[in-house]
């Protein structure tokens, strides 16, 4: 359920990022507790900002309550992806190439179910890392999330 109603949210939300010079990164939809959380993620070039976040909040909210897309009530919480910022479409695979990036799976592949390495590129559908003069290609059928990775 949740992530066709990520997907709605996604096509009605991602239009005005784009008119905004933002780009959608991620939708999360997800119960903590007994509270409901609706999460935005954005991003831009130089990185977003409060002013950018709380604009687009205004804006989401708005159409939220005209599409009433979801039942329940819920917190709106819209903010930057981070530094560990998630790869989520082809076109992320492309511009971190070169960036240290996480991947974790969803089973075992070649014995781990986490790698961690400099990005190659999506190749013929896998992800493919370099690491310590390796590289390691993963099904990306296989991937549960990759992510940029922190390098202290």
């Not at 949210?9 to 010079?21: Q, S, W």
């Not at 954005?42 to 990185?47: N, T, V």
């Not at 992320?92 to 590129?121: A, K, M």
Request: aromatic content about 8%; glycine content about 6%.
């Amino acid at each position: 359920m949740n992530d066709s109603l990520e997907q709605q949210i996604a096509l009605l939300v991602e239009p005005y990022a784009k008119e905004k010079g933002l780009e959608l990164v991620d939708v999360e939809y997800i119960k903590e507790g007994a509270h409901w959380y609706l999460r935005l993620f954005i991003d831009k070039e130089g990185g977003v900002d409060m002013d950018d976040c709380a604009e687009m909040s205004h804006a989401v909210s708005d159409m939220l309550d005209e599409k009433n897309p979801i039942p329940q009530a819920y917190m709106l919480e819209v903010s930057s992806p981070g530094l560990e910022r998630p790869l989520k479409k082809d076109e992320d695979f492309i511009r971190f190439q070169g960036r240290l990036v996480t991947v974790h799976t969803t089973s075992l592949v070649q014995g781990y179910n986490e790698f961690t390495g400099n990005l190659v590129g999506l190749i013929d559908g896998e992800i493919v890392l370099e690491h310590e003069n390796n590289r390691i290609s993963i099904p990306r059928a296989l991937t549960k999330n990759t992510h940029l990775a922190l390098d202290f």
